[in-house]
């Protein structure tokens, strides 16, 4: 960890956002199937179970909607620790319940406080982030979905041989104890120092950046040029764009908004909560029906879920967003279509007196589907997981950001409040035929990504316009882009002897005014046009975006040495 200790302490707290969303996204998956649970509830149907499994979605869909105002009016602090005690409050209610609609009313106000922290988490955390782990910083929130997972499986899995109403109770009341911790954790935790900027309170957000960057060296180069690109960066939006809504529509947000929309969507459309939802009827389906062996599949599911995240969380950084989501999306179809395959060969369906479906699958079929399975979690947790949740917070600008992604994020809600609602129906009906319609969108997905779907590894959160401003193909966008790297690259290395606007602001005209950023008023970019490369709102001392960090020091400091001798000279 090194010099960022303070930025992955701050990012592991706050990820306990995400432990929350997987807990009680996993809870209910495993309560729904034992008896004790079904007793007290009257033994729901497909459609009941469908309706208290979605209503949790259905209060993220609002809650998320809430959290972009509330993040830009408080913090994304303070609205982090307001939607811990959200949640607090609905797990109280549902482990409380004493009838389904008391049960339902709790985890529509639990979904409130999961579907706030589920945009604003990630927002934070790219916050707070240097560009060159900001994909394994946001990577946690979702490796902390997958904790919440697995410890949900294996609390519902303990509390199955407890007889009585406590089997049921025990495990959605225990979610209150993470909830406060985050409530109280976050008490100690800085803001995000762009919304500190963005709020006029640039001292606080020097103090803010040179903790997590430098161990509270104020006067480190790299604090300093990281507050002056954030203040530099708010000042133009300021001048040149609106703050409300309506201007998500617009261009050239609006390009940006359908990306977030589209990923978010894509990610539910993976049939990832079908799985945690709904996997213990799917394996009892595939022939696990021994008490409590399914319970104890879908607790080794959330294992393999928790290791497969690992990777992403290394190496997405290196790896990079379009080929791990098209990689991924390549491993979840193919999962998918082998599974389907292999139950549509040897499915016989059968109905209990209760009237749960078994398919008599052979004995092989059922161990490929289960296998399966596995290598799904595995494809899925390892792309979609953390990159659906990476990619909208990093791609938006300071002044719309929470806004923008109040938006993505509900609409990842809403793709899964209905799949939560109609996947018990089709499981029961269609059985193999759901896994082939995702293998469909799964396959088709990888031609979107590459059509459409911009690269954003090791990029500036300030550099977006860069990436965005150009032809919405973005596999034919590249040579563009490397263009302005290139550029960005002989300006650095020829702008500083020209201007010397970035360390010494001889002209006046500002970090972005004179010489090497512009022409002196700070607000023309030098030699670039604004919607070809970015302007002024990009970072031209960006260097090259595909080095380590440590090599960009190291060219820093080379230039420090270069720009003394010029000035003896």
């Known amino acids: 960890m090194g010099k960022h200790a303070q930025t992955y302490l701050v990012g592991a707290v706050s990820a306990l956002g995400g432990f929350l969303f997987g807990y009680d996204t996993g809870v209910m998956s495993s309560i729904q199937e034992i008896d004790q649970w079904k007793r007290y509830f009257h033994n729901p149907g497909p459609v009941g179970v469908g309706v208290i499994v979605s209503l949790l979605t259905a209060g993220c869909f609002v809650g998320s909607l809430c959290g972009g105002w509330l993040a830009d009016k408080f913090s994304r602090r303070r609205t982090i620790m307001f939607a811990s005690l959200v949640v607090s409050l609905g797990a109280a209610i549902q482990s409380g319940s004493q009838n ?4 339902i009313v709790g985890r529509f106000i639990t ?23 900001r994909g394994r910083l946001v990577s946690l929130q979702q490796w902390a979905i997958t904790w919440g997972l697995l410890v949900a499986f294996w609390i ?23 909830a406060i911790i985050l409530f109280t954790a976050m008490m100690f ?13 640039v001292d606080e957000a020097h103090k803010v950046l040179a903790r997590l960057r430098a161990n509270g060296d104020f006067d480190n180069l790299e604090v300093v040029e990281e507050l002056e690109e954030i203040k530099e960066a708010v000042r133009i939006e300021r001048e040149t764009a609106a703050r409300s809504y309506l201007e998500l529509l617009r261009f050239p947000i609006r390009r940006r908004v359908i990306l977030g929309v589209v990923v978010q969507g894509l990610q539910q459309l993976t049939g990832i909560n079908v799985i945690m939802y709904y996997a213990t009827t799917i394996f009892k389906q595939s022939g696990l029906s021994e008490h409590g062996a399914w319970l104890l599949a879908q607790g080794i599911n959330g294992v393999v879920n928790m290791v497969a995240t690992i990777p992403a969380i290394l190496w997405v950084d290196r790896w990079g967003r379009r080929k791990t989501l098209m990689y991924g999306s390549l491993g979840c179809g193919t999962t998918y279509l082998i599974k389907a395959i292999a139950t549509a060969a040897t499915q016989h369906k059968t109905y209990d007196s209760s009237g749960e479906l078994n398919l008599n699958l052979s004995k092989g079929s059922s ?26 917070s990093e791609i938006f600008p300071m002044h719309i950001r929470s806004k923008a992604n109040s ?33 469909i969108i799964m396959f088709a997905t990888i031609a979107v990504i590459y059509v459409f779907f911009p690269e954003t590894k090791n990029r500036n959160l300030e550099d977006m316009e860069v990436i965005f401003t150009g032809t919405i193909w973005a596999y ?9 790297d290139n550029t960005s690259r002989y300006v650095y290395d020829l702008g500083e002897a020209m201007g010397q606007a970035q360390m010494y602001d001889i002209d006046g005209g500002g970090m972005y005014g004179g010489g090497l950023y512009g022409d002196g008023d700070g607000k023309n970019g030098y ?39 010029y000035d003896e000279y």
């Open 100 to 103: 389904r609609a008391m049960l």
């Open 111 to 133: 979904g409130l406080g999961v579907g706030c922290l589920s945009m604003t988490v990630p927002i934070f955390q790219s916050e707070i982030s240097p560009a060159q782990i």
């Open 156 to 178: 519902d899995y303990g509390c199955s041989f407890i007889q009585g109403q406590a089997a049921w109770r025990l495990p959605l009341g225990i979610q209150i104890a993470p």
């Open 189 to 201: 935790m800085p803001y995000s120092p762009r919304w500190l900027v963005d709020n006029d309170r």
């Open 367 to 392: 161990y490929v589907a289960i296998v399966m399975m596995y290598l799904f979690v595995v494809s899925f947790a390892m792309s979609w997981g953390p990159v659906a949740w990476l990619y909208p």
């Open 407 to 439: 938006i993505t994020t509900a609409s990842n809600w809403l793709f899964n409040f209905v799949i939560g609602l109609v996947s018990p129906i089709l499981i029961k009906r269609i059985t193999w035929g759901l896994d082939l319609i995702f293998a």
């Open 476 to 484: 034919k966008d590249r040579k563009r882009i490397e263009e302005f």
């Open 527 to 565: 030699a670039v046009d604004k919607y070809a490369f970015g302007g002024a709102n990009t970072r031209l001392s960006y260097m090259d975006s595909q080095a380590p960090y440590q090599q960009q020091q190291q060219q820093r400091r080379e230039q420090q040495v270069y720009m003394a001798s």
